[in-house]
């Protein structure tokens, strides 16, 4: 069964990771946003394309990440985001940043980038072939 992506469940969690609360996010989103409406936002399954260009930008998170995140993937993410030390259990809990989501983001695209670019290459190599053997 496929995952169905929720972007406002995205929208929610990249929100949290930062820090942020509904109400800061409604705050930077102009007058005619609310908590009440970011927590409404945050329900949807699919969110207009131009309110996720806004959220980006006041996030400073691509776009793609609330469009393209599956459950399975943001977890995986967030619970990687935080390790801690064996000594937090004597009560000395530090938080260590092993990966930054927006670095494994860039890291995702720029290996779609790298197989569309072989993809591409394979292709032209092809149609060269058969261009080879019509001329003949």
Wanted: charged share 35%; proline share 2%; glycine share 2%.
């Amino acid at each position: 069964m496929e995952q169905k992506i929720h972007q406002g469940r995205n929208v929610k969690r990249f929100r949290e990771m930062l820090g942020i609360k509904q109400e800061a996010l409604a705050f930077d989103l102009g007058n005619d946003w609310n908590q009440k409406k970011i927590s409404l936002l945050e329900q949807k399954d699919v969110i207009e394309e131009d309110i996720l260009n806004q959220i980006s930008d006041k996030l400073k998170i691509p776009v793609e990440a609330f469009q393209n995140f599956d459950e399975d993937q943001a977890v995986n993410i967030i619970s990687n985001t935080f390790n801690i030390e064996k000594d937090a259990y004597i009560g000395n809990a530090k938080p260590i940043f092993n990966i930054n989501p927006l670095e494994e983001l860039k890291k995702l695209h720029e290996e779609k980038i790298a197989l569309f670019e072989r993809m591409l290459k394979e292709k032209d190599e092809m149609m060269q072939r058969l261009e080879k053997l019509i001329n003949k």
